[in-house]
């Protein structure tokens, strides 16, 4: 089974701040990475997939990139409703798995 | 829109069997793609649990293998989880979902509102 390893596991930022969260797969993946956004009491939102593919509707401040076993989200200017934990999730191979999250926070 | 809606539970004595049923909306189960569950215990991070095909084909979490069924009836347009032998560990928020294929490769695209389940006597 691929492991998925976040960092930090949380992220105390302000509001125009450039913030950049990591995923480590335990395997090469090549790119086949997704991330998520999950709001308090709301299911996860898929913003990425395929590494850097952003999902329609997603604002371009979001944006991913890497492959093989090291990939970055990066949100190039955090505003007030990206305030939430973030999730990788590996799609190369079954079992599909997440990273532990990281939580963006003030 | 498509749209799915996780029924069940919200609480389930030790050992006795969880199940769940999804009724997805604004789109067809039998016209195409994978359709899956995920947990998520309270305050912690995702698993995923297993998926189903229209035509029936399961892929399960080895993890949870011996425990779980999932099972699809597009005559309602429905699809369904059932986890057996259930303990405190599996205590979660259960998300039923649709997957998207791209690229040879899954991701989680449509999402219900979640439903939490105790495991307590």
């Known amino acids: 089974d691929i492991q998925m390893t976040q960092a930090p596991s949380s992220v105390s930022a302000s509001v125009g701040d450039r913030v950049t969260i990591t995923c480590r797969a335990s395997?090469?993946?090549?790119?086949?990475l997704a991330w998520y956004q999950q709001k308090p009491g709301k299911a996860p939102k898929l913003l990425i997939h395929?590494?850097?593919t952003l999902e329609s509707g997603v604002p371009s401040r979001f944006s991913g990139s890497g492959s093989g076993t090291d990939f970055t989200l990066t949100i190039s200017s955090l505003q007030p409703e990206d305030f939430a934990t973030y999730y990788c999730?590996?799609?190369?191979?079954?079992?599909?798995?997440f990273g532990g999250g990281t939580k963006v926070e003030i | 829109q498509v749209q799915l809606q996780e029924s069940g539970p919200r609480l389930v004595k030790p050992s006795e069997t969880l199940s769940f049923i999804c009724s997805v909306s604004?789109?067809?189960?039998?016209?195409?793609?994978?359709w899956g569950w995920i947990r998520q215990p309270p305050g912690k991070g995702l698993e995923w649990i297993g998926s189903?095909?229209?035509?029936?084909?399961?892929y399960y979490n080895p993890s949870l293998q011996s425990q779980i069924t999932i099972s699809v009836d597009t005559s309602k347009n429905q699809f369904s989880l059932k986890l057996s032998f259930v303990t405190a560990a599996d205590t979660a928020v259960y998300y039923c979902?649709?997957?998207?294929?791209?690229?040879?490769?899954?991701?989680?695209?449509?999402w219900g509102q979640g439903s939490l389940v105790t495991v307590s006597s």
């Open positions: 395929a590494a850097s």
């Open positions: 189903i095909y229209h035509t029936g084909t399961t």
């Open positions: 395997q090469d993946i090549s790119n086949w």
């Open positions: 979902v649709r997957l998207k294929y791209s690229g040879y490769r899954y991701y989680f695209d449509y």
């Open positions: 604004g789109y067809s189960i039998s016209s195409g793609y994978h």
């Open positions: 999730q590996q799609a190369n191979s079954f079992p599909l798995s």
